[in-house]
């Protein structure tokens, strides 16, 4: 082991001293577009008044000479932060440390928040907020309102389920969540049964329904098309028997289920390929980053 | 009333969805309760948010090991939520610019915006990246063809794997393009990785996968009637816990 | 002279081509000409709130006409018996497309509806207005639907029907699973071994089917073990399954005859998260060695890394899941895996409980009607081409086996309802 | 020798595949490809609608799953822009917002004659909303009921795309790219199937073969994997040569590159390894 050590501290090293390397190239830098924003106040009773501010816009760094083009400084930190991030989590293929459960600790704490973000603004602020009190959602963030619109009391319903279910979080009573709960799983419930049922029983019957020999037009044979439908049917039926668990798999059905075993194996094999393909793709997603956005190889 | 209560409301609720789908009547309101739904989904996302506070917070109190770790969440978790909810550093919406709030949350050159591009983004992207190292080690390590049914499924994962890729064209492009015997209308090179990885993909790959949907259809369908009579309450989760 | 004559000549030939190519520009500017057989139909099957119209092309609207003379289609809609109502516009299609739907009727009401085609520079052609007015009307019942409200019922039917029978104490016969042999071989081996067995869960909380199916083989498991006195450990991803899965050990090694061999501090809790949890647990395996490990419950990317540590360590890995995503990797990597349905129905065969035997009971059911409909389908389908082998299809009444294979498609499993 | 394959570190294998992504990557190599029957098939749904057709753009994946899905919807965004359609945006995926911003990014950047300043006539970006496919459900039934605004809290009545949509029923296609749950699946279950909406999606390889089954019927057309967005890039840069020159549309194709190596890194592992096995087994090591 002391040996790997080596070789991995020296590559270590290597790593390190060709991030320096291209960091002094002028790499690893941000430059973005300023572009003034100005803004006319919408309210046209009101006094006339003009908002100006200034907005970013990433720029390649082919363009850093030119006028308005500056050199950004959060985005450039956050680039670094973000090269950071990721090579802390790759460290973690080296071994549990510090630095991948400290990223680890922080990646749980902002996507939580995250997450609780985009639903208080997208979905409790336009469809609970500005549904129960309009009037107030027009001055406060959404001026863009109908001003003749009225409070919409049935969504005073869902407000308390939502605080029944909010109750979970407290130590006593935390039975009544399940209300909230019970309505949640009885909606899904509901909708999943009928659509499993037509799309994925009913439709996938539809689809499968064909003729084992099929003739062209001329009346002759097509043996290919007509071979083909026939594995296909075969495959069907002769899995749905292997998952069929109300007779002994003996005689003929041991037959048929054993082929319908070697169906489910050739279908978890391109899954397993398929898998495998999609794993890849998100490695070099990755390393396209390291490399193109934070190197400039 | 802790128990029959839940279970009315499922089975009403439950009972009128299924009715949508067969009586038009139901649709308007099967239309209300999905946007109840919904708005409890959002809640949802909160519940989750506070359960994790209270974990962290329990771990800090209780000093179990590693809690400086629950600390370095928490403190994460504030932050994002503090820029995210006050909008920090967005502008307001062109068309109102006196509605200070009236931005988008995730404007570009936001707090919140830079979390996620430059935290969030890249850590959640990694942590995904590193399933590609895991799948090598453990193709080395673990996929044996120990029986039959092993054997089949590398066997086309193999194919598969050649046949999406450029690999196709140079282990079998010289297929030709004769028939097999006389007319049979089958050429050699319908055989290449590449058409036969489609081949494999449509004739049994696609069977398979059908038997199994059909499957879960029935499993789906049988879970959720069981679920909307109260036959199956472990929703409702035990006594003890009230 | 001669040369003026030809200039002339020249000029009188290319006079009417020249107006014809005037023409031709004016012709560009003109409004297209209108669409024909504007009709409507109420949507069938809804609450009266949707109206389907439909036209025959604009005889401009032509697929490579360029600049094309129809840009789109406008429609706009008023209400027939009100007097103040004006056409307002509710949709405008793009060129080739010759239905619309509007869905934003109000049940009852006689609309009227209109159409123009608008050309380049906004031109419209002239309108063309419904003959009559058209009402959506509300239906009391989703006529299309009719054949998919019997397959409801039936399956529902026979899950209720079976899960009565199992409760009023009649047998159901489930087929032997061949993977809880498996479960035993692998409980025997780490005996002979002297090493113990290794149980994990699945990472989701005891709410997900697949764990609780999970934890019903634990009984079996813990049984076993129990009666070789092998050493058995689970650690768990949630509180709630450890608390669950204590419950069902103890109560195994009761029925086994060996309390005192339960130990409550080998079914323990690790962390909720998931590489934590998997870190975690293969560091357990690389230390421990256990001699069989069983992964049973809801897994999802961490299957490979578990079932890979297991095998490097040389124990015998008898999986079970019903995440189709991963059963690959399972059945690559371990010595037998219960594959979906298998799974639940093993835990079913366990458990002995009747509403999991019972709807067991009824999803055979259901692939029994399902199968046996898609083989009388295909048959039916085949005599049909047999049959009609070598006639073209237009100019030949359809069969009777023809109808019947339309039937089963398009009315029984597709949305042609009673018919 | 086969002992020390026995014992190998497995960090060397995680470096093996580290050098087998990253080097063809650093060469920049693509190869050629040929368009598969399934990706002209999601190709002729976009190019065979008449140019300013609408297209619902359903965006459902995270930036974890970017590396394998956003060419797939980078090539929709271009080709949909190609054809001057008009694009509602929309996301299952709390995380999907900044996924419909890089969307909108290139529809900007490119086709600004058809796209720039053209927000509400051209395209729109509904945004996120909660509640997986309870949303599904109600989109393709009443769409204002899930969504009154727009991401920038704009009514969608005083939208010119969205004023007359009464649900996305009435949209020409459906363009859906996703990672899981929610997404694909949840769309064919909820919207397409019901209501014959015409749909094609772009999913990861893990979703795959569990689409498949719904092909043809169901949907229109699938892009698998890197493979199919590599495919559907070139069948746009095919019918669009002036593409021919934007490196930016060849996203997929060059991660084509990797993922040869990769591949081919991974079966002579398999094989490797079960060569030891088998030669494990003969020594007796298994029984």
Redesign the interface.
Known sequence: MKQSTLIWTILMVAGGAFLLFQASKGNGRVYVREIPVEAQASQPEGEEQVYRWTRYQQVTEAEKGEPDVRFSLSRTLGLWVAAFSTLAIFSFLYGDNPIYKFTESVFVGVSAAYAMVVAFWTEIMTNLYAKLLPGLARITFYPDIDSTARPDYLYLIPLVLSILLLWRLSPKGSWIARWPLAFFIGATAGIRLISYLETDFVGQLQSTVMPFIVFASDGSLLWIKSLRNTIFIVGVVSCMIYFFFSIEHEGVVKYISRLGIWFLMVTFGASFAYTVMGRIALLSGRLVFLFNDWLGI | MKRTIPLLISAITGFVLIGTAFIPLFVDWGNIAMSWFNLLAAFAFILGGGNLLKMQLQKISAQQPGWGYAAVTLIAFFITLFVGLAKVGVHPNVKFPEFAWSGDYLQEDGVFWWLFEYIFTPLSATMFALLAFYISSAAFRAFRAKNTEATILLIIAVIILLGRTYASVWLTGWFPDEFIIGESGIKYSDFNLQNLSEIIMEDFTTPGMRAIKIGIALGVASTSLKVLLGVDRSYLGSDQEA | MQYRIFKLALILLLLPLVSVSGLSVIRAAEPPAPPADFRAEDVP????TAIDLFWTLSPDDQPDLKPRKV??YVISRKEADNEESKFE???EP????NTF?D??CEAGTPYLYQIEAVGQESLTSKPVVLNEPVIAS?????LQ?SW??V??VL??GS??VF?RLARSGKKL????IAGLEAINDAVGRATEMGRSCLFVPGIQD??D?QT?AGITILAQVAETTADYRAQLEVPTSRSLVMTTARDTVEAAYLSAGRPDEYNEDDIYYIT??Q??YV?SVTGKMVRDKPAACFYMGAFY?ES??L??T???VGAIQVAGT?M??Q???F???C?FTL????F??ASAYLSGEP?QLG??????F???I??L???A???I??L???QS??V??DNQEPTYLQSA?NY??ENI??KGGFK | MLDFLQHLDRRWIFFLMFIAVAVPLIMGTTFPEVPSDQVMAVFDAVDNLPDGSNVVMALDYDPASQGELQPMASAFARHCAIKKHNIYFMTLWPQGISMIQNSIGILQDEYPETYKGKYGTKYVNLGFRAGNEGVIKLVVEDLKKSYSTDIHGTNLDNIPLTKNLKNIQQVDLLCNVSAGYPGSQEWVLYGSSPFDIPTVVGCTGVQAPIMLPYIPDQLTGMLAAIKGAAEYEQAIINAYPELENNPNAKEGLVRMGPQLVAHLLLISLIFLGNVIYFWERKQGLHQ
Request: aromatic share 8%.
């Open positions: 099957g809804d609450a009266g840009l789109r516009n509710i949709g793009t060129y080739r497309v739907r869905s934003n509300l239906q009391w019942f989703n639907r998919f409200a397959f409801v399956i529902c899950v209720i899960i016969k489930v087929r032997k005891i709410n089917i609780v909720d998260e590489f934590g870190a990317a490979l890394i079932a890979e297991g095998n490097s019903a189709p995503t059963l690959p990797f059945v690559a990597a010595d594959i979906g349905e298998e639940f129905a509403q709807s067991l009971k009824g999803q055979d259901g692939k029994l399902g199968g409909l898609l083989i389908g295909c048959l389908m085949t049909s081409s047999i082998r070598g073209a299809p294979s089963i498609i499993l597709g």
